[in-house]
């Protein structure tokens, strides 16, 4: 890919022309993720392409027609590999841990914390499904308030509401069966 267009350049009236920004512009997504991503298989490269290139089609009425598409894939992708890459760090240091975990822990402490995370999964499940993925994004992957807000489109406050609530609920679950919170 040599020559830089811009937006308006894949525009069909009011709709990008998918295929042909495919057809340009993977190559080039390769390439910078290759360049990123040491360590990704080729199953993780695809995904966070095609990633980027949904990203592009659900945001291309808020476009800058004017900008250049290298542009806007390039930060595009970017955003995506790092999200990917800290959900693997997150997912293997809580493996680690939970290795360490296990062979330092009595089987009665194992089995009060089985329980405890058994009684934290029933009660997220009954919970709405925005709130149940608020809550994992924020505990278990590490995700900040900024992104999570960003990701769902609605304010920081509203996120840090929402947390608030789940925990409350949370800790009244785990008191109710005799647990400290």
Request: glycine share 2%; charged share 40%; no cysteine.
């Given at each position: 890919?040599k020559e830089t267009?811009s937006i308006?350049?894949?525009?069909?009236?009011?709709?990008?022309?998918?295929?042909?920004v495919m057809?340009?512009?993977?190559?080039?997504?390769y390439?910078?993720?290759?360049?990123?991503?040491?360590?990704?298989?080729?199953?993780d490269?695809?995904?966070?392409?095609?990633?980027t290139?949904?990203a592009?089609?659900?945001?291309?009425?808020?476009l800058?027609?004017?900008?250049?598409m290298?542009?806007y894939?390039?930060?595009?992708i970017?955003?995506?590999?790092?999200?990917?890459?800290?959900?693997?760090?997150?997912?293997?240091?809580?493996?680690d841990y939970?290795?360490?975990l296990y062979?330092a822990?009595?089987?009665?402490?194992r089995?009060?914390k089985?329980?405890k995370?058994?009684?934290?999964?029933?009660?997220?499940?009954?919970?709405k499904e925005?709130?149940?993925?608020?809550f994992?994004?924020?505990y278990y992957?590490?995700?900040?308030i900024k992104?999570?807000s960003?990701d769902?489109?609605?304010?920081?406050?509203?996120?840090?509401?929402r947390?608030?609530?789940?925990?409350r609920?949370?800790?009244?679950v785990?008191?109710?069966?005799?647990y400290?919170?």
């Amino acid at each position: 890919m040599k020559e830089t267009k811009s937006i308006k350049q894949y525009m069909n009236e009011n709709e990008l022309n998918m295929e042909k920004v495919m057809k340009d512009y993977t190559p080039y997504l390769y390439s910078i993720i290759n360049h990123k991503g040491n360590g990704l298989t080729e199953e993780d490269m695809e995904e966070i392409i095609s990633d980027t290139f949904l990203a592009l089609w659900k945001n291309q009425e808020r476009l800058e027609k004017d900008r250049e598409m290298s542009y806007y894939l390039a930060g595009t992708i970017k955003r995506i590999y790092s999200k990917k890459r800290r959900n693997l760090k997150t997912i293997i240091r809580i493996e680690d841990y939970e290795n360490s975990l296990y062979e330092a822990e009595s089987l009665e402490d194992r089995t009060e914390k089985d329980e405890k995370n058994l009684l934290i999964e029933n009660k997220l499940n009954e919970m709405k499904e925005e709130d149940k993925n608020i809550f994992i994004a924020y505990y278990y992957y590490s995700i900040s308030i900024k992104e999570i807000s960003r990701d769902l489109k609605i304010s920081e406050l509203k996120v840090k509401s929402r947390l608030f609530r789940i925990r409350r609920k949370l800790k009244k679950v785990l008191e109710q069966r005799g647990y400290s919170y």
